[in-house]
């Protein structure tokens, strides 16, 4: 197993530090798989949480291929996580030479692990119910787009300070080494499949989702008294989990038993999601919606929990309306500040406002009781926006447009900063297009409540100048992108330039290590495409049989473009050239019959062209006749010893039928007892030496 943390350790960031556009300001934490940051982006004056991977690529063979595997997982989570709320947004994959890095949506508040460590009372089954249901929902949502978790654990599941609930670091396996050694947190919530070669299953992410509500619905106390052979002994407690999971003898007391407040039902279901064999868990995230949904409805009538996951023996009371098809929690909150209290007992209001009706009220202090709840809920809204809190104001200000059409100016105004909300938000995402349409709604509709308290005309205004300065710029990016991409290198440069010189005092810092970025890449593509231009010459020249005058264009262009495409032409080129000229002297070689001087050019040849069978056999033959050759030397000189161990390795080389011949007689003679002169009757004397020598 390796340590995940040495692969994080290069990174040595500290709070100031930049990381592209972001500031790092603080550290989060470290984790089995990757270390976390909370960062800024001070142009938009916005958090981000930035995860360094415990990846190291720089002993790994097939970087590249790593990489763009990376990026294809960034690319698939990022367009997964975008598409619920349950779903901690990933925003994108950086690449540093300090490290992989995603970016992700920063959430203020905490984690279900760390409110379960300071409730440790067990958890309302309808609140938990809730939670489930919302877990459900995003499970259901990656499984859907092809993603498993394989790392549910209540550290990975956040309560947003605002309500809510988010799960994070959802197939964080898929960018790590698969031999990083898993947490105690991680172990203690994995399905026992996981722990061999199963290939991911979304079932694996179901039995932890079990054991996360055995662990809610129990509490602290019963969950170690239900898995006391576990925790009892604190030593190796990660491969007790292991050895627990994987036995499939040991079970835990079923909840209703455990809790008597837990209806049987929820037991079960439970004890479904932990079923240690794959084919008799729940099989589908969608498949457990449908249960929740079917036996657990909560009746709008009971109570719902107000700020936090209420529990068996203090449960929250706040009034709300009947529980939706698709579950939905609010959730603990870090602080109970009086802002946020108000906004709860606001939004308690305008629930009943909207039951009732205005138009059913029947007295004028029923309606002027309505309009001041009315009031204090827009004054929240507003407070939300003030502190750019723009996806809580959002829904805040459409309720009271809503509620209140009849007011003209209330209802306007609301609609006003409704649009000013979705402005800011997609001004922040970048979509300045689309941010000046709202703006510009927002503007057209504050004309009839210009004179209503509140409505700061010129900061909207200023917005718009803003927003429409903002999308020229990006316009003008997009135009000099277009001609780097028709490769009009010069016309992107001079584009560039005047927006430079024009646009200096306007442009935001982002702005301009973007137009600075697009200069290198001018300066950088304008060189490639001559290099590619010298490439396309070369080979034209080479494939016109002007190899030699190919080369010494590359050797000059070379002087110019120091350039490795360049180098390895010019050696291929010199290589071909080389097997060529090998290859002539092999044959002429062979012509001529000096078969050492042809043994020396096949030797050469193949040197360069190392895989090659056909000559690599060719070089075998010359070897044999040249060894022939030596034997018949010999033979002529009398040195028969020497003649016969030539021949020997002339048909070791090759098929060689002289030699053959000339050994085959040499047997004959001497099993006859003659000397090789006297033995002129031997069959095959005629093809001795030509015919010229015996032996």
């Not at 995940?4 to 100031?16: F, I, R, T």
Request: charged fraction near 25%; proline fraction near 4%.
């Amino acid at each position: 197993m390796t340590n995940p943390v040495s692969n994080l350790a290069d990174a040595n960031l500290q709070p100031g530090d930049k990381l592209d556009k972001y500031e790092i300001v603080s550290a989060l934490g470290v984790g089995g798989m990757s270390r976390v940051w909370k960062a800024v982006d001070r142009l938009l004056d916005k958090p981000i949480a930035i995860k360094q991977l415990a990846v190291d690529f720089r002993n790994a063979s097939n970087q590249e291929a790593l990489r763009e595997r990376f990026r294809k997982e960034a690319e698939l989570h990022k367009k997964i996580s975008g598409s619920h709320k349950h779903l901690v947004r990933v925003i994108d994959l950086l690449e540093d030479p300090r490290g992989l890095f995603l970016l992700m949506e920063y959430v203020e508040g905490q984690s279900l692990e760390s409110y379960l460590a300071k409730h440790p009372q067990p958890v309302d089954p309808k609140v938990a119910l809730l939670i489930l249901g919302s877990i459900a929902q995003a499970l259901a949502v990656l499984h859907e787009g092809g993603v498993v978790h394989r790392d549910l654990k209540p550290a990975n599941i956040l309560l947003p300070k605002a309500g809510g609930l988010k799960v994070c670091d959802f197939g964080l396996s898929a960018f790590v080494d698969e031999q990083v050694t898993p947490e105690l947190g991680t172990v203690r919530y994995m399905a026992p499949e996981c722990f061999g070669e199963a290939p991911a299953d979304p079932r694996n992410d179901l039995y932890s989702l079990g054991m996360i509500a055995y662990q809610m619905l129990a509490g602290e106390e019963k969950f170690n008294e239900a898995f006391k052979t576990v925790v009892r002994d604190q030593r190796n407690q990660a491969l007790r989990w292991m050895k627990w999971h994987t036995n499939a003898r040991a079970t835990v007391e079923p909840l209703h038993q455990l809790v008597p407040a837990i209806p049987p039902a929820l037991s079960e279901l439970v004890a479904r999601l932990m079923n240690k064999e794959l084919s008799g868990r729940i099989s589908t995230a969608n498949e457990l919606l449908a249960a929740i949904r079917r036996h657990f409805q909560v009746p709008g009538s009971e109570s719902a929990p107000a700020t936090g996951p209420a529990t068996s023996s203090t449960a929250a009371t706040a009034p709300k309306p009947e529980v939706s098809a698709e579950p939905t929690v609010a959730l603990p909150t870090r602080s109970r500040k009086p802002l946020y209290i108000s906004l709860v007992v606001a939004a308690v209001i305008l629930v009943g406002l909207g039951a009732w009706g205005v138009s059913s009220m029947n007295s004028a202090k029923e309606v002027r009781l309505a309009r001041e709840a009315a009031q204090q809920e827009y004054s929240a809204a507003l407070a939300q926006f003030k502190e750019g809190n723009y996806d809580q104001a959002l829904p805040m200000f459409e309720k009271i447009a809503k509620d209140w059409s009849s007011d003209q100016r209330l209802s306007s105004f609301s609609k006003a900063h409704a649009r000013m909300a979705e402005a800011e938000t997609l001004y922040a995402q970048g979509e300045f297009a689309q941010a000046e349409a709202k703006f510009q709604e927002a503007e057209d509709i504050g004309r009839v409540v210009e004179n209503y308290a509140g409505l700061d005309r010129d900061h909207l205004q200023k917005r718009l100048r803003e927003v429409r300065t903002r999308q020229s710029i990006t316009n003008i990016v997009s135009e000099i992108e277009g001609l780097i991409r028709e490769e009009k290198f010069a016309d992107a440069r001079e584009r560039l330039q005047r927006t430079l010189r024009v646009s200096a005092q306007t442009l935001l810092p982002e702005e301009s290590a973007k137009l600075q970025e697009l200069g290198t890449r001018i300066e950088g593509q304008e060189r490639q495409s001559q290099i590619d231009g010298v490439l396309e010459r070369a080979r034209e020249l080479a494939a016109a049989g002007q190899r030699e005058q190919a080369l010494a264009f590359l050797d000059a262009s070379l002087k110019r473009f120091p350039n490795r495409d360049l180098q390895q032409l010019s050696t291929l080129f010199r290589k071909e050239m080389d097997m060529d000229k090998a290859m002539a002297d092999l044959a002429a070689a062979e012509t001529a019959g000096k078969w050492p001087e042809a043994a020396a050019a096949a030797r050469k040849a193949l040197q360069l062209k190392r895989d090659d069978a056909e000559l690599r056999q060719r070089l075998s033959h010359v070897l044999s006749r040249a060894a022939y050759e030596r034997g018949r030397k010999h033979e002529q000189d009398g040195d028969l010893s020497s003649a016969r161990a030539a021949y020997l390795e002339a048909t070791g080389l090759a098929e060689n039928k002289p030699a053959s011949d000339a050994l085959a007689r040499d047997h004959h003679c001497r099993s006859a007892g003659k000397s090789a002169q006297g033995c002129g009757g031997c069959p095959g004397t005629e093809q001795l030496g030509g015919g010229d020598s015996s032996f």
